[in-house]
């Protein structure tokens, strides 16, 4: 079982920051990836930014040069930085994980979902 806890959201005015952090815990073997989406009312969820344990990191377009991810490998922690906010970054944002967890004699790899955290700008 693993369990993403989540941290960070808020109300903020425009051109603010906030900062969020999702960490996993449980029977972890290995964590391949942890990244945030992100799902506006009336909206799809949608990728904002991904972390492959292996150093690459993925940004959705809209948030490229204003959202940084990193993680903590030591605490199973992701962060995500987000800088210079619109009213459009509105939205519950959401941590995921890509988990090797431990099953009897070896492993299995799950995708893990937070349950939300809610970012408001405002303009």
């Known amino acids: 079982q693993v369990q993403l806890v989540e941290s960070g959201g808020g109300l903020v005015q425009a051109g603010g920051s906030l900062r969020l952090s999702c960490a996993a815990s449980?029977?972890?073997?290995?964590?391949?990836?942890m990244g945030w989406y992100r799902q506006a009312p009336g909206k799809q969820r949608e990728l904002v930014a991904a972390?492959?344990?292996?150093?690459?990191?993925d940004y959705a377009d809209s948030v490229k040069g204003r959202f940084t991810i990193s993680a903590d490998n030591a605490k199973n922690t992701v962060y995500l930085q987000m800088n210079s906010l619109k009213p459009e970054d509105t939205a519950v944002y959401y941590c995921?994980?890509?988990?090797?967890?431990?099953?009897?004699?070896?492993?299995?790899?799950?995708?893990?979902w937070g349950k939300g955290t809610l970012v408001t700008v405002s303009s």
């Open positions: 449980g029977s972890i073997f290995s964590i391949n990836a």
């Open positions: 995921n994980a890509d988990i090797s967890t431990y099953k009897g004699a070896g492993t299995d790899d799950m995708h893990y």
């Open positions: 972390f492959l344990f292996g150093g690459r990191r």
